[in-house]
T-cell receptor
């Protein structure tokens, strides 16, 4: 199983809503990532978790709150988002061996109205 | 992580080899070269990676110059399904503290 599964695939939320994005992998990977991708732009790193601990936060606004409850699961909690936060949110994971590749999920397409 | 420079777009005829260049002149000795591609609105897909030697797998070949300041991804027999944005990334392998930073990539269009 070399899959990273993201749910939901699409999400529409209002600016006052609270929602969560979910990412799951069963490859035993211990590094997990959240990226944000705007249309026609490359993915931008948001957060990195290593062994369930947050290791990198790329100065992401606090309305985005990551959580890694166990080694297989990564969540991104969303609260009070703005329309400009509408984007494709991608999750990735990587194994611990040297020079292994990262696997990406298919993303959640988020629209903030 | 070292910065990469790629042409913004390229065309290639179907069935021909597609050669995608990448400059990474500031690469350090412990940085690997990775290639990913992203087909419209899907998650990036790993293609190949290397450190010094040329590499080949079932998808592509990676040619790295001797000074490691540039590399070329070769898709040997391009098909329409290879139309995508191709990203060249260089990164230090520092597990759990690496950024895997994407550059602007090359939009490859395969022409029938």
């Amino acid at each position: 199983d070399t899959e990273v599964t993201q749910t939901p695939k699409h999400l529409v939320m209002g600016m006052t809503n609270k929602k969560s994005l979910k990412c799951e992998q069963h490859m035993g990977h211990r590094a997990m990532y959240w990226y944000k991708q705007k249309a026609k732009k490359p993915p931008e790193l948001m957060f990195v978790y290593s062994y369930e601990k947050l290791s990198i936060n790329e100065s992401v606004p606090s309305r985005f709150s990551p959580e890694c409850p166990n080694s297989s699961l990564l969540n991104l909690h969303l609260h009070a988002l703005q329309p400009e936060d509408s984007a494709l949110y991608l999750c990735a994971s990587r194994g611990p061996l040297l020079n292994t590749e990262a696997f990406f999920g298919q993303g959640t397409r988020l629209t903030v109205v | 992580d070292a910065k990469t420079t790629q042409p913004p777009s390229m065309d290639c005829a179907e069935g021909r080899a597609a050669n995608l260049p990448c400059n990474h002149s500031t690469i350090s000795g412990n940085e690997y070269v990775y290639w990913y591609r992203q087909i419209h609105s899907q998650g990036p897909q790993y293609i190949i990676h290397g450190l010094k030697n040329n590499e080949t797998n079932e998808m592509a070949s990676l040619i790295i110059t001797e000074d490691r300041k540039s590399s070329t991804l070769i898709l040997p027999h391009a098909t329409l399904r290879d139309t995508a944005v191709y990203y060249c990334i260089v990164r230090v392998v520092n597990f759990g503290n690496e950024k895997l930073t994407f550059g602007t990539g090359t939009r490859l269009t395969i022409i029938p």
